[in-house]
């Protein structure tokens, strides 16, 4: 597993705003899409490309083209649906795959309450979005679910990430890359990251 700690300026600048404790919903809602759309670009920097005929105003050249279809991406539900939009205006014919999970917070484990997988997930790069990895739970449990279904290119981005879920991952997941905006201190006793955004789903929706 690699793991890919943006260095880019307005990434971090762009994740610190979201960190305000008197931030409003609407700012919130786009300075996760804004992040969003820098760090897909950064986790699709490796697709695969072949040169393809392509008529142009000068006659025929080859240009590069994506070689493979377009990622599906996988927001985990709630908070993910967040950041969908904006990796959306990178990858606009990606199709979607939902995942719904949410932890329980006595046991801190993840509970399935609904999945809808691309059929063709097989033959795709799949990439998880979700504001935030604590605990490691429930992206731990997305990557099983979407390797049993066939899939075995995968990648995960996260806005923050507390260590104690990276190094879940590392161990159960050695063969996805994670993509993350800022990794943070740690976890606190209820699982939450330090310092971290407070409850993202809530942020992004306005049920606080």
């Known amino acids: ?12 600048h762009k994740v610190s705003l979201l960190r305000d404790a008197q931030i409003s919903v609407k700012s919130f809602r786009e300075l996760t899409k804004e992040l969003s759309v820098l760090l897909t670009m950064e986790a699709t920097t490796q697709l695969a490309l072949e040169n393809k005929p392509l008529t142009c105003w000068s006659g025929v050249i080859s240009a590069p083209m994506l070689s493979e279809k377009q990622p599906t991406l996988v927001p985990i539900l709630r908070a993910g649906l967040g950041m969908l939009d904006g990796a959306l205006s990178i990858l606009p014919c990606a199709k979607v795959s939902i995942v719904g999970l949410k932890r329980d917070e006595q046991t801190l484990q993840p509970i399935s309450y609904y999945q809808n997988i691309v059929n063709d ?10 504001p935030m990895l604590a ?11 979407l390797k049993s279904t066939g899939c075995t290119n995968i990648k995960a981005i996260f806005l923050v990430a507390a260590p104690e879920g990276i190094e879940v991952l590392q161990q159960a ?3 996805v890359d994670l993509f993350i905006g800022a990794i943070d201190n740690e976890l606190n006793e209820q699982g939450y990251i330090l310092p971290g955004l407070g409850d993202a789903g809530d942020k992004i929706f306005g049920t606080l």
């Open 121 to 130: 997930i097989s033959e795709r790069q799949a990439i998880i979005i979700d």
């Open 1 to 12: 597993m690699s793991v890919y700690a943006s260095s880019h300026p307005l990434v971090k």
């Open 173 to 175: 997941h050695s063969d």
């Open 135 to 145: 605990t490691g739970g429930t992206a731990l449990a997305t990557i099983n679910l």
